[in-house]
Every structure is written in C-alpha cells, then in structure tokens.
C-alpha cells in the first residue's frame, strides 16, 4: 500500500482503479496548473463520519451532481465515487483504530489547464476539535451585509450563489472579520434586508408556543431556498425527521428581527453539526435559556438518527 500521511488519506478517480487510487498526502500530488488551485473553478462537499458511521452520503452526492451541473463539469457516476469514498473511510479507520469522528471531503476540479478532463479526488481528515466544542457550548455570531439582494440568484444564475464551489475566499474572508471582531461566526444579510444563511452553515430558529390547554407548538424556520443560498443537506435532513416529530415547519423571508424574536437560533452545517447561536451582534438570543436548551436538546436527538 502507498505510504500515507497519519492525519489525511487521499483517494483519486482513476479508471484504470476501480475502487480509487491511493495517494500519498504528504508529497503534492495536484498540478500547479490545476484550474482548482489557479481558479477555485470546482465544487465540493465535506461529510461526517460520526461512530463509523457515514452521514447523509446519498445527499451529498446528490447536492455534488447539482452543483457540477451548474458549472457544466462532467462528474464520474455515482459508482466510481462510492467505491473511492469507502476506500477513503476503510483506508482512514485502518490508519486511525477506535477513531470516532472525522470528516471525508468529496472534490472536483476542472482539471489541468487545456486537458479537458476534471480531477476528482475524495480526502479522508480529522475533524476539528472546535467544531464539537461549539456545539456544546455555542456560538457568539455577527451579521454581515453580503452586498446583494435576495432575488438575484434567480436574475443570474452565472454567479452560481447555489452551488457549493471551491471559491471559498469571500466565505472566508467573512469569518477572519467577524474572529476579528470576537465573535465565532457569521450570518450573511442581503441587500433587501434577508437574512441568507452562514459562510459554511444553514441559519435557523425556533419557537416555542405554550397554549391554554398545557399542549406545545413547537416551530422551526429556515431562511427561503430561492434567496441564493446553499441547500442545506442537514437543515432537510433535520426537517424531515422533525416533522416526524411533530414539529411545524417554515420557509422564510426571515430578517434580522426574527431572530431576535426567536427562542432559539442555531447554525446548522454537516461537519460541526448544530451550533446553537449565544449571542448575535451581542445581544443574547431567546429570552429563557431553559427553552432553547430544551429545543437544542430535541434538536440533537433528532439529528443523532440521521444517517
């Protein structure tokens, strides 16, 4: 077997490997002229393993598939990708014995410049710790003006505002701000005043209703789909196994007031999973902290059966 670094396993689509073949992580192993690295021109997904376990795999590789589309790249089928992606999980288990939790990022890139071919490639890491640190203690998050209007994913699509693309730098550029300004996180606004979603995340919040009978109403909202943002693999997920539940639903519009209103805020995304929101703009989300524990709480239960 190649040599491979202790912390990453790397696995490229290759026809002439079915199952993927193994690269070494610790020498480079893309080309300097790779349109992913001079452009960001490429999509992404990043996965949890949580207990052994693969999260939300067929979601993924769907939202993948979505996004290449809107770039016009060419994607291996489905197949070659399972068959890389477990190489990567049994590959990352054998280096790491009793691990329980780390993350698999699904890659494409336009590939070398003029070779016409993507590069595919799935990479096998550990998750990072503050990740599972915030989901336990929370998140202190600034709004940021992400300088356009919610309509305009739809006026044009060229800009891509739904797809999951390598060009990452805007997203990270948001959060250096708001560590700057120490907070943890950020929620993007639009023009118009829509409330959009994190720079890795899905924004959503809840309230919860008493009524004169002693039953509860139990509501959880998420921003609109068609304001160019990300279709947040774990805010479906979590909504469909919450309606289950009983929980009533909700699409937006949300401005930054409904989420001061809310009894409850979170930041939802695949890796640090649900991140409830302390604090936005410094002013302290949901007026009971026993509440939003208790809905947390619900929440978490919820999402832990999703596989």
Do not use: C
């Not at 202790?6 to 192993?29: I, M």
């Not at 990567?88 to 890139?109: C, M, N, Q, R, T």
């Not at 919610?150 to 060009?167: F, H, Q, V, Y």
């Not at 805010?235 to 937006?252: I, S, V």
């Amino acid at each position: 077997m190649t040599s491979m670094s202790p912390s990453t396993v790397l696995v490229f689509l290759d026809p002439a490997h079915p199952e993927g073949r193994l690269a070494d992580s610790s020498v480079p192993q893309l080309m300097a002229t790779d349109l992913g690295a001079t452009r960001g021109d490429g999509v992404f997904e990043s996965l949890l393993v949580l207990d052994g376990k693969l999260r939300k795999l067929p979601a993924h590789l769907a939202r993948l598939a979505t996004s290449a589309r809107a770039l016009e790249l060419e994607l291996s089928g489905e197949e070659p990708w399972r068959a890389a992606i477990s190489t990567a999980v049994e590959s990352y288990l054998e280096a790491h014995p009793g691990v329980d939790e780390f993350i698999v990022k699904l890659l494409v890139s336009r590939g070398v410049e003029g070779a016409g071919a993507p590069t595919e490639w799935v990479q096998a890491s550990p998750a990072p710790a503050l990740g599972k640190k915030q989901r336990v203690e929370g998140i202190d998050v600034v709004l940021l003006d992400r300088g356009y209007d919610s309509d305009l994913a739809e006026r044009a699509p060229w800009l891509l505002l739904g797809a999951k693309t390598l060009s990452y730098a805007v997203n990270m550029a948001a959060l250096r701000h708001a560590h700057s300004l120490g907070a943890d996180d950020v929620i993007f606004t639009s023009a118009d005043g829509r409330v959009l979603e994190g720079p890795t995340s899905t924004v959503l919040l809840a309230h919860r209703e008493v009524h004169d009978d002693g039953s509860v109403t139990k509501r959880l909202i998420t921003p609109q789909l068609d304001s160019g943002i990300l279709p947040g693999t774990s805010q479906g997920a979590l909504f469909t196994a919450a309606q289950a539940a009983g929980w009533e639903l909700g699409y937006g519009p949300l401005e930054p007031e409904d989420l001061f209103d809310a009894d409850a805020v979170w930041l939802i995304s695949s890796i640090r999973l649900i991140a409830p929101v302390n604090h936005l703009d410094g002013k302290t989300i949901g007026s009971d902290p026993a509440v939003a524990a208790e809905l947390t709480a619900e929440l978490n239960q919820l999402f832990a059966g999703i596989e």
